[in-house]
């Protein structure tokens, strides 16, 4: 399996990319991943033009996880299994997107498979990339029984 990360802009921190690096890396014992930066819209486009630059990057083929403060909540242990679910589906790539500022477009809601909400919270997005890497990496830390995630 294959993680794809589609998100907009660029982790511009240098404390929040180093993190996000961080936990990529780790992810990557367990899976192959990939990112794709997305370019922020100027003021004057809509998400409706955001949201056709992110689909454009999107493989019909592949499982589509949107995170979206509406989605589902999950602790990490359920993370967990639903990664172990989406493995014995023998899905090949998952590709997870975190949309713009102003959220994303109705048609990228509906391209999604799945939904998840990493907290109720409003973040940033380097914070959401941050935590994001993290409970991905927890969740194999998990399956694999690795102590990790005490």
Same mark, same amino acid.
């Not at 990057?57 to 949107?66: A, E, G, I, M, T």
């Not at 380097?126 to 935590?131: E, K, L, N, P, Q």
């Given at each position: 399996?294959?993680?794809?990360?589609?998100?907009?802009?660029?982790?511009?921190?240098?404390?929040?990319?180093?993190?996000?690096?961080?936990?990529?890396?780790?992810?990557?014992?367990?899976?192959?991943?990939?990112?794709?930066?997305?370019?922020?819209?100027?003021?004057?486009?809509?998400?409706?033009?955001?949201?056709?630059? @992110?689909?454009?990057?999107?493989?019909? &083929? *592949?499982? %589509?996880?949107?995170?979206?403060?509406?989605?589902?909540? +999950? #602790? /990490?242990?359920?993370?967990?299994?639903?990664?172990?679910?989406?493995?014995?589906?023998?899905?090949?790539?998952?590709?997870?997107? @975190?949309?713009?500022?102003?959220?994303? &477009? *109705?048609? %990228?809601?509906?391209?999604?498979?799945?939904?998840?909400? +990493? #907290? /109720?919270?409003?973040?940033?997005?380097?914070?959401?990339?941050?935590?994001?890497?993290?409970?991905?990496?927890?969740?194999?830390? @998990?399956?694999?029984?690795?102590?990790?995630?005490?």
């Amino acid at each position: 399996m294959k993680f794809r990360f589609i998100w907009i802009g660029k982790t511009k921190n240098e404390n929040w990319r180093a993190l996000q690096e961080e936990y990529l890396a780790r992810l990557s014992h367990f899976v192959k991943y990939e990112t794709t930066e997305i370019r922020e819209s100027a003021g004057f486009e809509s998400k409706e033009i955001e949201g056709k630059r @992110i689909l454009e990057k999107v493989n019909q &083929s *592949s499982f %589509v996880c949107l995170l979206d403060v509406m989605g589902n909540v +999950l #602790s /990490s242990h359920e993370l967990a299994k639903e990664i172990e679910n989406w493995q014995n589906q023998g899905l090949k790539e998952i590709i997870f997107i @975190i949309g713009g500022a102003e959220g994303v &477009s *109705s048609e %990228v809601v509906e391209n999604a498979d799945f939904s998840l909400s +990493l #907290s /109720s919270f409003t973040l940033t997005h380097d914070c959401a990339r941050v935590i994001l890497a993290e409970q991905l990496y927890r969740a194999y830390t @998990i399956i694999k029984g690795f102590p990790y995630q005490k």
